[in-house]
């Protein structure tokens, strides 16, 4: 039986002879009901305490699981943008290693024409001392044929001269 210091404070007891004092009993129950009333209005103000206590524990218990998940989405957006760093990192990095391939081919072949013209030009130019060579050779010969044919000529006139 959950008693109240109502409840102490009207018991009553049965006397007898030789019985406990009566005064003092009640004097002990008066005090005994203001000991629990005491006890029943610390309780209730530690009820409220611990009620007040419980939902502070439940904000905070609220407040942490969504820290925890501001956490936990930073985290995936670190990762997240990481790993989109990382791959566009690796997209620059292969058109780069591309476009450099392709100015090296590019120069290959420049360079091959390059030597392909070179070579052309080489050709050009003994084809052409060639043909200059003979044309000299050409005109010292014709330039011969007429010395002698002039040589001739005047050696005929003396002789016409001369008779």
Do not use: C
Not at 71 to 100: G, M, P, R, S, V
């Amino acid at each position: 039986m959950d008693w109240t210091p109502l409840d102490i404070e009207n018991k009553r007891f049965r006397t007898s002879w030789r019985g406990y004092d009566k005064r003092e009993v009640e004097l002990f129950l008066h005090q005994l009901a203001e000991d629990l009333h005491r006890l029943q209005l610390d309780r209730k103000e530690l009820e409220k305490e611990l009620h007040q206590l419980r939902k502070e524990n439940a904000e905070h218990r609220d407040r942490e699981k969504a820290i925890r998940n501001v956490l936990f989405n930073a985290q995936k957006a670190t990762e997240q943008i990481k790993a989109n760093a990382e791959k566009e990192a690796k997209l620059i990095i292969a058109d780069a290693e591309l476009k450099a391939e392709k100015i090296l081919q590019t120069a290959h072949q420049r360079l091959a024409q390059l030597h392909e013209d070179i070579h052309e030009l080489k050709r050009q130019r003994t084809q052409l001392e060639t043909k200059l060579r003979s044309t000299i050779e050409t005109y010292r010969q014709l330039l011969d044929m007429e010395k002698e044919d002039g040589d001739a000529e005047l050696e005929n006139k003396i002789k016409f001269l001369n008779r």
